[in-house]
Each structure stands twice: as C-alpha cells, then as structure tokens.
Nanobody, 123 residues
Framework: QVQLVESGGGLVQAGGSLRLSCAAS????????LGWFRQAPGKEREFVAA????????YYADSVKGRFAISRDNTKNTVYLQMNSLKPEDTAVYYC????????????????WGQGTQVTVSS
C-alpha cells in the first residue's frame, strides 16, 4: 500500500520558518515527480512547488517564489519544503503528492497524495 506521510507543520509567527517533510513508502518512486500543494479554508487546493525525479528542475508558485525551497532525497523517498519568511496568507493544510503527469502545477498530474499537515502563521 502506497503511503505519503507529511510532517513538520505547526504554528509559527509571521516571518518565521518551518520545514515540511513527506516520506513515501509502499513502493519506489523512480521517475516520479514530487510536489507540494496547499488548501486554505474555503479555497481550492493550489500548487506550491514541485521537483522532478532527477532534481534537475524545480517549479514554484509565484506567491512562494524566493521564500520556499523544495528538495528531495531519493535514497530516503522523501521530499522537503523549506518555508521561510512565512506570511499569514501561507496558512493552509499542506499536501505532498507523487506523480508522472505533466504539467507539474496541475493536481491531476499526481497519482498519490498524503493526508496533509496544518501550517498556521500568526500575524
């Protein structure tokens, strides 16, 4: 059974930092891109960042560019999201996903999803 398990969420003040992790198990993710999405209350799930299997390409939403950094460790089947200079508008449930589709900014390019981790940024 494939599982993606996120961790690292929590409550942080504006301007602070958090590092999210997502560990995959149940299969190897060779050639799978890994991405992060988020969903705030009353809003649709939106793309945050993605990284290709080879790590040769990364993609970011304009709203997080320059503040967030995505990385992955293929030996551990784990993807990370370093979030700096957090803002209250970054408050959301953050989901990791794995997939082979394109483009990586689209939700339906991903086959597997985690259960989400809450990030709350206070002003």
């Amino acid at each position: 059974q494939v599982q993606l398990v996120e961790s690292g969420g929590g409550l942080v003040q504006a301007g602070g930092s958090l590092r999210l992790s997502c560990a995959a198990s149940g299969r190897t993710f060779n050639n799978y891109a890994l991405g992060w999405f988020r969903q705030a209350p009353g809003k649709e799930r939106e793309f945050v960042a993605a990284i290709t299997w080879s790590m040769s390409s990364t993609y970011y939403a304009d709203s997080v560019k320059g503040r967030f950094a995505i990385s992955r460790d293929n030996t551990k089947n784990t993807v990370y999201l370093q979030m700096n200079s957090l803002k209250p508008e970054d408050t959301a449930v953050y989901y990791c996903a794995a997939g082979k589709g394109v483009p990586l900014r689209r939700k339906n390019s991903y086959e597997y999803w985690g259960q989400g981790t809450q990030v709350t940024v206070s002003s």
